[in-house]
């Protein structure tokens, strides 16, 4: 129990081109997702938390205009790289937290490549 | 939120017993300890999650004292396959929800 996926699992673009990842949880729902960013070596920050019918609230340094954040409903959110440039190359995970419980799980993660 | 403290990296022999302790000096009350495995080009896995004294199951052990200031993840007999970086969080109660900040975690070698 408790899976949740990702898609795409990995996607190359060009530069100025937006991309849509999106967060799915399988077999349970969840008002409340969470948008990571990791870059090579490093640990994983936080970029928004997603809660379902509602605004998203956004780290301090993340801009909400560039990564638009959608929770429709209450097993997906999605999160779009508007106008990326080669410095949003990145690995996209996202998380989410069954109703009633503490526990994030993650999906797999998104690597974005933008050329 | 609560800040962690864990060891960078640690090494082991196969078949061994491996602990991982994590400092967490200012947890609040309502703060769960949660453990998350990830290995490269992958999201973190869950492992286990207490919030007092000891928590088993069929991967882990989570070793929490009475003051909830630190914490030890006990894995039991390593494998190669164990080889990974090893999360220590600290939720938050944010109105609702946990939020959760990942420190540096733990690269775990794990030696044939």
């Known amino acids: 129990g408790a899976v949740v996926s990702q898609h795409p699992s990995r996607v190359i673009c060009k530069s100025g081109t937006s991309v849509k990842i999106e967060c799915r949880s399988l077999?349970?729902?969840?008002?409340?997702m969470f948008w990571y960013r990791q870059f090579p070596k490093k640990s994983l920050m936080l970029m928004a938390t997603s809660n379902e019918g509602s605004k998203a609230t956004y780290e301090q340094g993340v801009e909400k205009d560039k990564f638009l954040i959608n929770h429709a409903s209450l097993t997906l959110s999605t999160l779009t790289v508007t106008s990326a440039h080669p410095e949003d190359s990145s690995f996209y995970i996202c998380s989410a937290t069954p109703l009633g419980q503490e526990t994030q799980y993650f999906g797999p993660g998104t690597r974005l490549l933008v050329l | 939120l609560a800040k962690t403290t864990q060891p960078i990296s640690m090494d082991s022999y196969e078949g061994q017993e491996v602990n991982i302790t994590c400092s967490h000096n200012n947890i609040a009350t309502n703060d769960y300890i949660t453990w998350y495995q990830q290995f490269p080009s992958q999201g973190p896995r869950f492992i286990i999650q207490?919030?007092?004294t000891k928590v088993t199951n069929e991967v882990a052990s989570l070793f929490i004292p009475a003051d909830r200031k630190s914490s030890t993840l006990s894995l039991p007999r390593v494998s190669l396959s164990d080889t990974a970086v090893y999360y220590c969080l600290v939720g938050e109660d944010s109105g609702g929800y946990q939020k959760v900040t990942f420190g540096t975690g733990t690269k775990l070698q794990v030696i044939p």
């Open positions: 077999d349970f729902q969840a008002t409340t």
């Open positions: 207490g919030y007092k």
